[in-house]
Nanobody, 123 residues
């Protein structure tokens, strides 16, 4: 599967953005999808994950209540709705996929990665 992330940009603190990740291939609905982020000088960290059907999601504690992952299997797209953004959310955001059947919260748990989209939150 090939992944293409988009939707990043510059936003003021307290604002919102929605990231999208378009996937190629006919088996999108069989993949667990995830969002990760990497800030300058830091490790890539898990943000959220969603099961193949969309019935189960998981979010990092740092974004719970502010970010929501969702997916549209008919359009091969996964989303990350980000609200109440903070300067510490500034990072390159990556979408990822795995066909292992479970939501991993570590980078090695995903086999396919998009190119990343930059989110900058100004104070």
């Amino acid at each position: 599967v090939q992944l293409q992330a988009s939707g990043g940009g510059l936003v003021q603190a307290g604002g919102s953005l929605r990231l999208s990740c378009a996937a190629s291939g006919r088996t999108f609905s069989s993949y667990v999808m995830g969002w990760f982020r990497q800030a300058p000088g830091k490790e890539r960290e898990f943000v959220g994950g969603i099961s193949p059907s969309g019935g189960y999601t998981d979010h990092a504690d740092s974004v719970k209540g502010r970010f929501t992952i969702s997916r549209d299997n008919a359009n091969n797209t996964v989303y990350l709705e980000m609200n109440s953004l903070k300067p510490e959310d500034t990072a390159v955001y990556y979408c990822a996929a795995n066909d292992r059947g479970y939501i991993g919260t570590w980078k090695a748990g995903y086999d396919y990665w998009g190119q990343g989209t930059l989110v900058t939150v100004s104070s």
